[in-house]
């Protein structure tokens, strides 16, 4: 999807053609299904769980964030049964292997804010050895969200605590008709786009409204799995490792003032990180070098 300037704003990124992927999303389906059917069962799950801002599903969340009061970064903190439950889902090699392929569609169309990403966090992770990847050495992002269902269709909602311009990976899971229904909606574009299981979507979901259409079918389920990264991590390395609070009364307002750059500065950075569609090729192969 590009903008009028021609630059990549969001990607449709579908499936890899691998013919081993329809056992991948097969996987994953009874892998969520199982996770969800265990969680109510043993009441890793309550019933008021189910409703939040973005919908009503069951869901679960893991990794590294900053924000809401946190004093600095930190790993989620999950119930022993939360914990137990996803620890079991991040080791099973489809779960991987999905995560892996949003990582790899994340380089490929955005080349130059993967590598921000890159820069930035593992300079956080060398500073906090402490806290925990999901998928070391198989996806930059530093959370994820497992969308249970059953029927995971999301409200009009902006994901306000990601990285403004960053890309947030959607895959779509379960079974259901894409023809009517599970459709992703960005309402700031005016779109309505096809997403059937299996199909993976990367957006800038701090910024654009989204959401889903209804599914259709008694028997349809509809799941997914996102990857994205809190905005105050980023914060939190440009700050020199620490808050904007703290860095104001070490350095003074200036010095946060001149961190942070005027707000047209900050939207010309953001803008220059997204590849314009005839320089993607350039752009792939600056990542490539930059990564030996």
Same mark, same amino acid.
């Given at each position: ?153 999301? =409200?009009?909602?902006? @994901?306000? %605590?990601? $990285? ?6 959607? *895959? #779509? !899971? ?9 459709? =992703?909606?960005?309402? @700031?574009? %005016?779109? $309505? ?6 199909? *993976? #979507? !990367? ?26 990264? #809190? ?62």
């Amino acid at each position: 999807i590009l903008d009028k300037e021609q630059r990549v704003i969001a990607v449709l990124a579908g499936t890899p053609t691998d013919v081993c992927w329809p056992s991948v999303l097969k996987n994953s389906n009874h892998a969520l299904q199982d996770a969800l059917e265990q969680g109510l069962q043993d009441g890793t799950f309550s019933s008021t769980e189910m409703s939040h801002r973005r919908g009503e599903f069951y869901l679960l969340v893991d990794g590294i964030s900053y924000g809401g009061g946190q004093k600095k970064p930190g790993n989620l903190k999950l119930t022993r049964k939360e914990e137990g439950l996803m620890d079991g889902l991040k080791n099973l090699p489809c779960i991987r292997r999905i995560a892996g392929f949003q990582d790899a569609c994340f380089a490929l169309y955005a080349p130059k804010l993967y590598v921000q990403y890159r820069t930035l966090l593992l300079k956080l992770y060398d500073r906090e050895p402490g806290l925990r990847p999901n998928f070391p050495n198989i996806s930059i992002y530093p959370a994820f969200t497992l969308n249970l269902g059953p029927n995971t269709v999301t =409200l009009d909602h902006t @994901d306000k %605590g990601n $990285v403004a311009y960053g890309w947030c990976a959607i *895959t #779509a !899971l379960g079974e259901y008709n894409p023809d009517l229904g599970g459709h =992703l909606i960005l309402f @700031d574009l %005016g779109l $309505v786009i096809r997403f059937p299981p299996g199909s *993976t #979507a !990367l957006i800038p979901s701090g910024t654009f409204r989204h959401g889903n259409t209804p599914i259709a079918g008694d028997k349809s389920y509809r799941m997914s799995m996102t990857q994205y990264c #809190a905005g105050g991590l980023f914060r939190w390395v440009k700050y020199g490792f620490r808050t904007a609070k703290a860095l104001i009364e070490d350095e003074g307002k200036s010095s946060k003032a001149a961190i942070d750059g005027t707000i047209s500065n900050r939207v010309a950075e953001a803008l220059g990180l997204f590849s314009m569609f005839d320089e993607l090729d350039k752009d792939r192969a600056d990542i490539l070098r930059s990564s030996k």
